[in-house]
């Protein structure tokens, strides 16, 4: 499975953005898929995950209502969309793949290449 995650880029606090990741290959839906981020000096954190057909979602707690995670198995995509974004949601934003559904990064099989957001004060 290939990834590739879109959608980054500079917005000021509370705005909104929708990070993408399309998938290639036609077993995506058999894939959990995980958004993860990795801000300037720090380890890559867990954010979101969805199951195999988008029916369960878990968040962590910095993200949990302000973010919403979705795919779409027919288009081989993933979303991420953010709301009411912070100056310290600033990261590069990276979609995974893997059999796992959790929120250890170590257990994803397949990463996308990562995209900046940036949140502006």
């Known amino acids: 499975v290939q990834l590739q995650a879109s959608g980054g880029g500079l917005v000021q606090a509370g705005g909104s953005l929708r990070l993408s990741c399309a998938a290639s290959?036609?077993?995506?839906?058999?894939?959990?898929m995980g958004w993860f981020r990795q801000a300037p000096g720090k380890e890559r954190s867990f954010v979101t995950a969805i199951n195999w057909g988008g029916g369960n979602m878990i968040y962590s707690d910095t993200v949990k209502g302000r973010f919403t995670i979705s795919r779409d198995n027919a288009e081989n995509t993933v979303y991420l969309q953010m709301n009411s974004l912070k100056p310290e949601d600033t990261a590069v934003y990276y979609c995974?793949?893997?059999?796992?559904?959790?929120?250890?990064?170590?257990?994803?099989?397949?990463w996308g290449q990562g995209t900046l957001v940036t949140v502006s004060s």
């Open positions: 290959g036609r077993t995506f839906s058999r894939y959990v």
């Open positions: 995974a793949a893997g059999q796992y559904y959790g929120s250890d990064p170590r257990k994803y099989e397949y």
